[in-house]
């Protein structure tokens, strides 16, 4: 099963993740916390692992775990 990490001190909450992934709009949302956007994770039983996302994040907020 696949587990998706984000870093909520790194990532600026750009939606860039959402963007470019086949399943953005599923899987990411961005929220506020603390007065601050950043990206959440929705529902990652859509992801392929594809790890899009991983190299489209700038700050590099985000760390997959493909378990395997
Ligand atoms: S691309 Fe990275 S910095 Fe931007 S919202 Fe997504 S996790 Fe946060
Ligand atoms: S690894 Fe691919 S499918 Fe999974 S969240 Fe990132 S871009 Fe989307």
Redesign the pocket.
Known sequence: M?K?FIDEEKCTGCGE?IG?????PR??RIVEKNGRKVAEVADKS?????????TACRPKA?R?DRGW
Do not use: R, S
């Not at 470019?20 to 953005?24: E, H, N, T």
């Open positions: 696949i998706i993740c470019v992934c086949p399943k953005g899987i990411y859509f992801c392929i692992g594809c790890t899009t996302c991983v985000i997959l």
